[in-house]
């Protein structure tokens, strides 16, 4: 499907108006599984203006079509303001889970080292992992490049302003990659873990972490209305099976896997059981839009160490 410029049907998600976006960006189909190349889909969710599909081989589930790569880069120019840095309640749960984060990655051993964080937005995880760390980054976002040489000077020399592809990094350069929530945004996951695993010394790991786990009980339930679907920043909606199967051939094996819910800034167990229950008394109403709470195995944090 492609959206010449000036179409006027409106698109909107949630509280956001996508309908200039896609008018002036064209939406693409996806004509094969990025998981195991299937070509036959069933549709997964209801939502009629921003689908998605779920491959009927391997059950990797992704939107169909998708905003091109000039239209998310329009999409994410003065991010931080638009999304991030006005909401003060939010921005204080991301500094907390950014150190629960952190300290992940350190309690596994991986303390030290040259570190690239891949979409490193305004510095904030950079931030949180330390001076223990020779940090660098990349980040697509004008914005958010100049907050981080404004705030974080230790290290913002070391962020370059555009994608990983385009950044060049040398050969076994990183002992280790971060993507915190980035892989699921990216129009091609499987050239951004290649260049991961170019750029990565011997033994070096990548942490996957914030990225949105499909397996979830909340995904299966909610579909659409699961408060981390969205039709523009979340493409690719991978599980642990799924994103096993892409790094198989990767050279690079799982040595950790998390579902952060418990302990962290999100955590709201007896309220969010609640909210579950009202939602499956009321699925079957057609006023039934509440979107899902934040929720066990929602979020899953993966380590993958290079051969």
Known sequence: ????????????????????????????????????????????????????????????????????????????????????????????????????????????GYADGVLLDVGCNGGFFLEALGDRYERYGTEIDSESVAYCRKHYTEFASNVYHGDLIEAKFGAAQFDIVTLRGVIEHVPNPSEIIQEVLRILKPRGVMFICATPNVDSVAARIYRENWVLFHPVQHLWYFSPTTFKRIMNSSGMRLVWEEFPYFGTPYEHFEADLRKFATYLNELETASNSNVSPPFFESMMSLIYQKE
């Open 1 to 108: 499907m492609v959206c010449q410029k000036g179409t006027l049907e409106l698109k909107t998600f949630r509280n956001e108006n996508f309908t200039e976006l896609f008018s002036v960006h064209r939406a693409v189909d996806v004509e094969a599984c990025i998981c195991c190349k299937g070509k036959n889909f069933k549709e997964w969710t209801s939502e009629r203006k921003f689908p998605a599909s779920e491959c009927l081989n391997c059950g990797f589930v992704f939107m169909n079509p998708q905003l091109d790569a000039s239209g998310l880069r329009d999409y994410y120019q003065n991010y931080l303001s638009k999304r991030r840095i006005n909401d003060e309640a939010k921005m204080e749960q991301r500094k907390s889970q950014y150190r629960l984060d952190a300290d992940l990655l350190s309690n596994r």
